[in-house]
């Protein structure tokens, strides 16, 4: 089992900048990708970006150049730096790992507001 706990929401002003961080414990050795989504009400979640344990990091083309996703293994810890936010990036951004297995694990979810 994994648990991941998200930080780092809040409410920013357009063009402001944010930093989510997620810290995965349990067995934590199972862990393969860790990755970001975000969901706004009505709408499906959506992918934001992944990475691999071994370091491959990848982008939806919405964020690319603005955010960046960032991984330190040693420390089970996913964080995503968010630049030049805009007021359709207000969501609930949530952490999800999966595991070598293929089990899925998610966080409670962290709210980001982008307004002036």
């Known amino acids: 089992q994994v648990q991941l706990v998200e930080s780092g929401g809040g409410l920013v002003q357009p063009g402001g900048s944010l930093r989510l961080s997620c810290a995965a414990s349990?067995?934590?050795?199972?862990?393969?990708?860790m990755a970001w989504y975000r969901q706004v009400p009505g709408k499906q979640r959506e992918l934001v970006a992944t990475s691999t344990r071994r370091g491959s990091t990848n982008y939806v083309d919405f964020v690319k150049g603005r955010f960046t996703l960032s991984r330190d293994n040693a420390k089970n810890s996913v964080y995503l730096q968010m630049n030049s936010l805009k007021p359709e990036d207000t969501a609930v951004y949530y952490c999800?790992?999966?595991?070598?297995?293929?089990?899925?694990?998610w966080g409670q979810g962290t709210q980001v507001t982008v307004s002036s």
């Open positions: 349990g067995t934590t050795s199972m862990i393969n990708i």
């Open positions: 999800h790992v999966i595991s070598y297995y293929g089990t899925n694990y």
